[in-house]
């Protein structure tokens, strides 16, 4: 199936400090490519890969699971690491319960991380439904472009295919359990309205990682997809100061990048 128009991958060559940016349940790299442009025009390496079933049509995630969606983000981070001396991972909604658990297994492979109002729980009676009403139900309605900002729109799934939605729900269960070995310093930003996840998400991730180096920041002016909304810059800015403090080299390899490559580039598939 072709590729949606803006949901396409997105790849920069940069220096020697790389970002693994992961994007949320039926929605695609679209809703963080001005976050990995941010990061690229500043030098960086940048990874955004589109996660198996998503950016094309809902039906195609119905064969897919959270296996197949982490297993894509565990060769992009290889990658990375095999390119890069240090590597930081970035995400959104399950692609932030994605970002702790990469985290969560690979240690000190992975330098930080940021995680963009994380999903923790499938929460509501549907949750519990799942695993019986998926076997008579093929879908629900969509949960894609909850922005307050006007005219902001994310390339997403309009129908939630609820056998991927079964699998996320256990990779969530997973991901709770596996929090306590999330050792990284973690930046960790929330909307205070968010209409897809609950704001006790955010509060369970910080309450059980075991990292010492902690912020977290609320995000007044947005709703869930708050890298496509008003606090969008804030985001950016936020999360670029983070690996400065973390990776001295990233303001010299910015200087580096601003005279060197400028684009990064973009493959479908």
């Known amino acids: 199936m072709p590729v949606l128009p803006g949901a396409e991958p997105f790849r920069h060559e940069g220096g020697q400090v790389g970002v693994l940016l992961c994007h949320g349940f039926t929605g695609s790299p679209q809703s963080l490519r001005p976050w990995a442009e941010y990061l690229a025009e500043r030098g960086l390496t940048v990874a955004l890969p589109l996660l198996p079933g998503h950016g094309t049509r809902w039906e195609d995630m119905q064969l ?20 890069c001396t240090q590597v930081f991972v970035f995400g959104l909604s ?9 985290a969560a297994k690979h240690g000190d492979e992975v330098g930080g991380i940021v995680v963009v109002n994380p999903l923790n729980k499938v929460h509501g009676p549907v949750a519990h439904a799942l695993p019986v009403l998926r076997h008579f139900v093929r879908s629900a309605k969509g949960i894609v472009s909850d922005i307050a900002k006007e005219g902001a ?18 990779l969530c269960r997973l ?50 997809v708050a ?14 100061a983070f690996i400065a403090r973390l990776a001295p080299s990233v303001g ?15 493959t479908g598939g």
């Not at 197949?68 to 390119?83: G, T």
């Not at 399950?94 to 990469?102: I, Q």
């Not at 998400?201 to 609320?218: F, G, K, N, Q």
């Open 64 to 83: 897919t699971g959270w296996q197949d969606w982490y297993a894509e983000l565990d060769r992009e981070l290889r990658a990375l690491r095999d390119r």
């Open 94 to 102: 399950m692609g932030a319960a994605l970002t702790l658990r990469l």
């Open 153 to 170: 729109d994310e390339v997403g799934y309009d129908r939630v295919p609820l056998h991927a939605a079964h699998s996320m729900r256990n």
């Open 175 to 224: 991901v709770d359990a596996e929090l306590p070995q999330v050792t990284q310093p973690i930046l960790l930003l929330h909307s205070l309205q968010d209409h897809v996840v609950s704001p006790a998400d955010s509060a369970r991730v910080l309450s059980r990682v075991s990292s010492t180096d902690v912020t977290e920041i609320l995000l007044e002016q947005s709703y869930h």
């Open 227 to 240: 890298t496509l909304d008003h606090d969008a810059d804030r985001i950016f800015e936020e999360s670029y």
């Open 252 to 266: 010299k390899e910015s200087d580096a990048g601003q005279v060197g490559q400028q684009e990064g580039t973009a």
